[in-house]
């Protein structure tokens, strides 16, 4: 992503605790439209969750996609344990029966060295796994009671991943983002989604200026 995107971005969110960090976008992919998405809050508190999955689902309906939040489709059971990779398989196999195309992945990760998570970032042009494997490896985030300590910032990321029928179901987008001290939860949600949505409006991802001419169902334009 340009340098003068990640400015506007910082300058459109003003003095809110919520900031842009890295911005990852796969280069072989121009733009992405999908027709139905998953939106997938991964985090312990559960009233966080469906504020955060209500919200940004509301946004994907005024701009005219559908999506669905993940609290109507895992039921309490599926997020309290640890789930094997045939499981999940299982999931993504029932996303694209009901005709859904992409993933929206926001998971809240507490980080104690900033340095060396914004050097992480830096090695995502090597990554290409897919939902599965992203949410195997952080899943003890819904259920380990241990797993946050007290930190005064939180580091979230937000991937965007395909789904497409005889496509591969690869990472599109990748985002990492702060948040200091978020004591207003409603603000801090609000923040973040415009924040998401403005960046993946300006990388043409599923939300884009210009409609005209919009692809098919799924399409990766490369």
Not at 86 to 104: G, N, R, T, W, Y
Not at 156 to 175: D, M, P, Q
Not at 179 to 188: E, L, R, Y
Not at 215 to 221: D, F, M, R, V
């Amino acid at each position: 992503m340009k340098k003068w995107i990640v400015i506007l971005l910082m300058a459109l969110m003003g003095c809110s605790s919520v900031e842009l960090v890295e911005n990852w976008k796969n280069p072989d992919i121009v733009l992405f439209h999908a027709e139905k998405v998953l939106l997938v809050g991964m985090t312990q508190n559960m009233d966080a969750r469906e504020a955060y999955e209500t919200k940004l689902y509301r946004e994907f309906k005024k701009r005219g996609v559908k999506s669905m939040r993940s609290i109507d489709l895992f039921d309490v059971e599926f997020t309290s344990s640890e789930r094997s990779e045939e499981e999940l398989a299982a999931v993504e196999q029932q996303l694209l029966d009901k005709d859904f195309d992409a993933i929206l992945f926001t998971k809240v990760v507490g980080m104690e060295n900033i340095e060396s998570f914004r050097k992480s970032m830096a090695n995502l042009d090597e990554y290409y796994g897919g939902f599965e494997e992203d949410y195997l490896q952080h899943q003890n985030i819904y259920y380990d009671s241990e797993y946050y300590e007290d930190y005064s910032i939180y580091h979230t990321e937000t991937s965007l991943y395909c789904i497409c029928v005889e496509k591969k179901r690869e990472l599109i987008w990748r985002s990492s983002i702060d948040i200091s001290d978020p004591i207003n939860v409603k603000k801090t949600i609000d923040d973040y989604i415009k924040l998401v949505v403005l960046a993946m409006e300006e990388q043409d991802l599923i939300f884009r200026k210009e409609t005209k001419n919009q692809s098919a169902k799924g399409t990766l334009i490369l």
